[in-house]
């Protein structure tokens, strides 16, 4: 576990039409339980279609409405390029592995942290 308000999700197969719903409600529960910050392990999505987007998309708003984040984590090279050229990629960060989008939500966390100690010594 990452922290007590993030979580990896790990995406298997191709995210279309048929499959999207599963991984929609999935996305739909941690944000009910308090995970505001969600990593996508997309190592495993060989082929993703417009409703998978969608997905991406509306879990990236759903979020951002709780001061979160969506990270996406190792997608294949015709994932990536859709993403980039759809402008998903523009929305979340993306990075080459799980590890590293989990430090970076880390480093994300201490920098928060760290400003609000700092925020709280000035006063």
């Not at 993403?83 to 201490?110: K, P």
């Amino acid at each position: 576990m990452i922290s007590s308000d993030a979580a990896i999700i790990t995406v298997c197969g191709e995210l279309d039409i048929d499959t999207g719903l599963v991984l929609q409600h999935q996305l739909a529960g941690q944000v009910v339980h308090g995970r505001r910050h969600l990593v996508l392990d997309l190592r495993e999505v060989p082929f993703m279609d417009s409703s998978g987007l969608s997905i991406i998309v509306r879990a990236v708003n759903e979020v951002r409405n709780v001061d979160g984040s969506v990270s996406l984590a190792a997608p294949s090279e015709l994932v990536r390029r859709l993403l980039d050229l759809t402008g998903v990629s523009m929305s979340c960060r993306i990075f080459g592995s799980t590890d590293a989008a989990c430090e970076a939500l880390l480093g994300q966390d201490r920098e928060t942290v760290n400003t609000a100690a700092g925020d709280a010594a000035a006063q």
